[in-house]
């Protein structure tokens, strides 16, 4: 998964969501309201500015927005991936209002979001500063956002888990029990699949030791204890990588990483992150 984001310009071609997502905001008629209101001929400048601190992410979507809506005259102030304190203006543009207005609930919708998730991360990623371990995502993402999603987890300084189910192996619970067990699903994903990357889910220490037997690329601990993980770590003596899943906090995270688990696993990242509060404030051209 590539994102240019020199200067903090554009993401992947994001055109077909954007077009839906202007397309769900005008629901086959107009502005009512900015047409009403304008002549049509009115020039504005516009600033994005967040509200609160945080990690923004999505610049690059909201650039695309305003492009296609035939805005060009774009000034990029802040870079994804970029920690701001309140009140800053992340994106300045100038162009027609009615344009302008019907670009601003989508673009904050992208890059409120996408901004949230990137926070989120840094407080992850800050929580185990010090330590090797590193914060990664999981597919537990909004569909048809997920490779935003993920982007913005890689702007919050987090890792990427794996981007589809067709990317990489993850054995968990219910495919060893339709297998038969740990080692029959793990050769028979090794036997059709002999070059991709493996990870199998144990929870306990009888799957564990029955995984390290098999040498796989990645081992999941699920919802182990921070002493079971620094267990888990001796038995494994740095043969195998080790991903700590389940009951993880901000609270706790430095605590698991001190284990020395090389990954913590932790789907909020996506499914829960709150928006970072981020305006439009319209003002006279200049």
């Not at 492009?67 to 203006?89: M, N, P």
């Not at 989120?120 to 490779?147: F, N, Q, Y």
């Not at 430095?254 to 319209?282: C, R």
């Amino acid at each position: 998964m590539e994102f240019n984001t020199a200067g903090g310009g554009k993401l992947n071609q994001y055109t077909e969501l954007i077009k839906a997502a202007l397309a769900e905001d005008l629901a086959g008629g107009e502005d009512v309201t900015s047409m009403a209101t304008l002549t049509g001929n009115e020039k504005v400048v516009a600033e994005f500015i967040n509200r609160k601190p945080g990690v923004i992410a999505g610049v690059g979507v909201v650039q695309e927005v305003l492009e296609y809506l035939g805005i060009t005259d774009i000034e990029i102030l802040v870079g994804d991936g970029s920690k701001v304190e309140a009140g800053t203006v992340i994106l300045r543009a100038r162009g027609n209002t009615r344009a302008l207005l019907l670009a601003e609930r989508t673009a904050l919708n992208f890059l409120s979001h996408l901004s949230g998730i990137a926070t989120l991360t840094r407080a992850w990623v800050d929580a185990v500063a010090g330590t090797s371990t590193k914060i990664r995502d999981t597919r537990k993402t909004t569909p048809g956002l997920r490779k935003l999603e993920k982007y913005a987890v890689l702007m919050g300084g987090g890792t990427n888990h794996r981007l589809s189910l067709s990317q990489s192996a993850l054995i968990k619970d219910n495919h060893v029990e339709a297998a038969g067990g740990v080692t029959q699903a793990f050769n028979s994903v090794r036997g059709k699949y002999p070059d991709i990357e493996i990870e199998i889910e144990v929870d306990t220490f009888e799957q564990l030791n029955e995984a390290l037997s098999l040498n796989p690329d990645l081992i999941l601990l699920d919802n182990m204890s921070p002493e079971q993980c620094q267990q888990a770590v001796s038995l494994s003596g740095g043969k195998v990588k080790l991903e700590a899943s389940g009951g993880l906090t901000l609270e706790n995270a430095k605590k698991y990483a001190e284990t020395g688990v090389d990954f913590l696993a932790v789907g909020a990242l996506t499914h829960s992150a709150p928006v970072l509060d981020i305006g439009l404030d319209l003002k006279a051209e200049i």
